[in-house]
């Protein structure tokens, strides 16, 4: 490109709106052929690649080394302005969940130690308490005869020795047979009383 022709060149003109701080957008003019670097060309018409586009001259290629090395560095400063806010943003946040832990902490209470003299006194045995009893020992008592329990001669809790009467059994087939071997009983003996005389 001619010197004449650099006032209409779009990539000066992409370059003049660069700037450190965000302008509006503008609508560049954009040439048909994307420039490309190819060696030290300093002749474009000699120098055209395989592909039919023309290569950047001098200039033309120092400026777009300078547009690569202010992205590039437009790239480094947006990540660090990005790490420096999420540093900040974990310090913010990890700092109050530190205030909050230590300040939401109640204040550990010290006990002053009570001491007192000892002295004889009274004690009582008695203790009001609801609980199921237990006996030291249980026996069940299963009568080995039938029968109807027509009266029982003991209270729950009663203390009893052995050969106490517990409950009387009605069996009235049993009071049949007591009777009869009560009449067979004395008239055996009225039997002996009479061999015994003869």
Do not use: C, W
């Not at 990539?11 to 060696?39: A, C, H, N, W, Y």
């Amino acid at each position: 490109m001619s010197d004449t022709n650099r006032e209409n060149d779009p990539m000066d003109e992409f370059l003049s709106t660069l700037g450190d701080e965000p302008q509006e957008t503008k609508v560049l003019r954009v040439p048909e052929v994307i420039p490309t670097i190819q060696g030290d060309a300093t002749n474009t018409e000699s120098n055209a690649g395989p592909d039919g586009q023309t290569p950047l001259e001098g200039s033309d290629a120092e400026a777009y080394a300078a547009l690569k090395a202010k992205r590039a560095e437009r790239r480094r400063k947006k990540l660090m302005r990005r790490g420096i806010v999420i540093g900040v943003a974990a310090a913010v946040i990890g700092g109050g969940a530190i205030a909050i832990n230590i300040l939401g902490k109640e204040p550990e209470q010290t006990m002053e130690a009570v001491t007192d003299f000892a002295v004889q006194g009274d004690f009582e045995t008695i203790v009001d308490a609801k609980g199921t009893l237990q006996p030291l020992s249980a026996t069940v008592i299963t009568p080995e005869v039938g029968g109807q329990i027509e009266s029982v001669n003991v209270v729950a809790g009663q203390t009893v020795k052995e050969g106490d009467v517990l409950m009387t059994i009605k069996n009235p087939e049993l009071d049949r047979a007591v009777a009869e071997a009560d009449r067979a009983l004395r008239q055996a003996r009225a039997d002996l009383a009479a061999a015994q005389q003869a």
